[in-house]
Each structure stands twice: as C-alpha cells, then as structure tokens.
C-alpha cells in the first residue's frame, strides 16, 4: 500500500507541474519550449532524461560481469559531450533548428532530411521501449501483482499518464519534470547506498574505501584488445556513443535547443558532462556493495545482472524504505526518459515526415499516435524476453544511429552533396554490411565486435554517400 501511494503522490506532482506550466502551451511551447528555459534546469534534468530506469535497474550489476570498467566509457562520454557543445550546438543554433534533422535538408536536401529522421524514429522508438519494458516489469512486481494488475495494463495506464502530462506543453513541462525526477533519482540513490553501507556496518567513508579495495572496482582494462572491455574501444565507443544517443538525438538536443542562446547550451551541455561521471560512479559503487551485502548474508547471486538490485530490494532484504526509495528512483529515472522520447518522437514526425510545425491538432494526434505504438513496442519485447538490456540498447544503437553518425559526418566534414536518390539505399545497406561482417569475423577469428560497431557503421555510410557523391 506504502508503495502505490508514493507512486499515486508522484503522479500527482507531475500532472501538477503539467498543469501549471502547460496553460498557455502551443506548438511553438511543445517543441521549443519557447527558448526561455535556464541552462542550470536543463543540465541537471538531463541527467535522469540520460540515465533512464534501466540504468537504475542494471548498471549495478554490471560489476557482477566486467567489474566497474564501464566508467571507462563514461570517460569517452565527457569528451563526446564536449564536441557536441563546441561543434554540433554551433551547428543548431545557427540555423535556428526545431528539429535538428532540418539541417539534412538544408545541406543535401528533403530525401536526406527524412532518411535521417526516420533512422532516429526506429531507433528512439524500440529504445525507449526496450527502457520502459524493464521499468514497467519492476513497477509489475512492486505494485500491480499486489492487486492483481496483467502487465499489458500497467504498461497502458503507465504510458497514458506519460502522455496525459506531456501532451499540453511538451519540452517546457518536461523541463522542470525532469529536474524534479533527477532529485528523486539521486537523492533515492544516495539513501539506498546509505542503507546498503550501514547494514555493512560501514560508515560513508569505509563505504568508499572498501569499495576502493574490492577486486571489482577494477576501472581500466588495457590488457585484452580482444575484449569488449578494452580502453581504447570503450573509450572511443563513449565519444562516439555520445555524439549519436545525444548530438544527433532529437530527443536529447530538444532539451538544450531550448536554452534562450548558444553560450547557455554549452554551459548546459559541458555541466552535463561532468556531473555523468561521478552519478554513475556511484550506481557502480552500489554494485560492489551489494556483491558485499549478497556474500555476507549468504545469498545466491542472481543469474542476470538486471536482477542484482532489484531482487535484493523487492525481496524486502533491505526493508520497506529501501523498497520505497527504489520504485521512486525506477520510476523518476524511467519516466524522465520515456516522456522525453514521446515529445521528441512526435516533434520529430510532425516537422521531419509530415513538414507540419504549425498545426496544433496534427501534433496532437501524432501524440497519441506515438503513445500508442510505444505500448505495442513495449508489449512486444515482454513477449519477446530479454535478459542485459542495456547491452541490448547499445547494440540497437551501433546499427541504427551509424547511418546519422555518417550523413551528418559527411555534411559537416565535406563540401560535396551525395546524389539523393542513392541515400536511402545507403543507410539502408549500411547496418546489413557491419551484420554480416561481425557474423563472417565471429565465425573465421572468434572476434566479436563491441560498440565500435558503431563508427565502423558510420564509417560506412560516409563511404557509400563519397562515392555517390558530386563537388
């Protein structure tokens, strides 16, 4: 009961924000916010809009797997959030972009413009889903199984109170929506780490320091280039995961587009940077310590990562808080990215695919177009199962984003213009090329490809549009 008032209370406070905000909310309010929003807001929300509730749920347990070597990537992260300040925010701002897929028209032309907006549309749509099929499978658990709830409704009603709270004000509520969802994600974050320490018998400090000394706060991996883990492919794999899932990402850019001028994003975006290391630090940290916390009350580890917090959490091993403290953190990380994926995909559809900015009800039915495909989506990967999601995500991302990394590389790095009939086909071919080439390296050598996956598919793409293209 505890736990569905805190949830009701939750919703409660974001229909509230909503309200207050969406008043006097147009298209022009939707999707840009109007260009008035501080840049501080922006940057600190955007850390719950990034980390999403699959982070919450499977990050501490990747330690279980490959120690805490993933903040190598977090590492790449910073550098990649630094060329999206000083090269793609330049880029935006100067052609006044709603839409950051505009800028295909404006230097190659429409078949560009939609090719690339259609990748992301793909790409955000299964992403967002494969997030929120999680999220919702612990909101099942926490809540719903309790009052006998199937899963294809908790998914509706969760989706539809996601919608209810966008669909006046888009950007400008989510906003201040995400600012408030990533206090609750962090201050629920810090409290389970407290109570995970203290039920160690650990002060903050002794937390840190035994977390320092554990065999699985192993960080960097220079050794095995073989690996997955090695530095210099996550490292890279983070610039270049970064410049896609945020600088080429409708979803992510809406939020920084609208800061009131470029220098404000760029503060925006640079204190974003830096504030994604530490927060995932800890989110690792958690991991070691509950490896700790598993050992010394001589419980089994789960078989799946994914499971490392939450079973140990809703089993009650942690107490009623903790339980709390956990659907508040689920849930604020889960919905800050899911609202913005929903705005971000009707902005995208209405100004990208329709070329309709203006009309209020069009945006209002692809809205609740965009609500409706996301359920089925997600109601398609319950059927489907899938266990290291967050390996999943970042796999989809290296075949669906490599396509965007490549026209947008080409547009910025050269003066030349592809011939557009030839740019579907490229994208197109371009992820089926990089799946046969790691099945035929798999299969010959025994190496399998990473995230690097990703430049090689955008390398591809650039590729196929030179040798298609004129001066």
Known sequence: MLVLVTVIVYFAVLLLISYIGGRRGGNATFFSGNRQSPWGLVAFGMIGASISGVTFIGVPGWVMGIDMTYLQMCIGFFFGYLIV???????????????IYTYLSHRFGRTSHKTGASFFILSKLCGAAAKFYVVCRVLQMCVADVYHVPYSVTVVITLFLIWLYTHRSGIRTLVWTDFVQTLCLVVALVLILFRVATMLGMGWGEAMTAVWNDPHSRILEF?????????????????????????????????????????????????YGILFIPVNFLFLSLGVLLLMLYQQLGMALPANGDDLLSGIVLDGTLGTTAIVLFTIGVIASAFSSADSAMTALTTSF??????????????????????????????????????????????????????????????????????????????????????????????????????????????????GLFLTSRK
């Open 223 to 271: 050794g095995d280039f073989a690996s997955k883990q090695n530095f210099w492919k996550q490292f890279l794999s983070g610039i270049f995961v970064v410049i896609v899932m945020t600088g080429l990402d409708q979803d992510m850019m809406q939020k920084n587009l609208t800061c009131k001028d470029l220098r404000s994003a760029q503060k925006d975006m640079c204190s």
């Open 350 to 463: 209405c100004i990208d695919i329709l070329d309709n900015e203006h009309d209020e009800r069009t945006r209002k039915v692809v809205h609740l177009c965009v609500f409706v495909a996301l359920v089925l989506v997600t109601l398609a990967f319950n059927a489907i199962g899938s266990g290291g999601i967050m390996d999943l995500i970042y796999t989809l991302v290296s075949y669906t984003y490599g396509p965007l990394l490549g026209l947008f590389a080409f547009g910025i790095l050269t003066k030349r213009h592809p011939r557009e009939r030839f740019v579907p086909y490229i994208a197109i071919l371009s992820p089926i090329i990089c799946y046969a080439v790691d099945y035929a390296v798999l299969t010959t050598t025994g190496y399998k490809f990473g995230y690097e996956m990703l430049m090689f598919n955008g390398l591809l793409t650039f590729v």
């Open 85 to 99: 300040a000083f090269v793609l925010l330049p880029l935006y701002y100067r052609h006044r972009l709603t839409s």
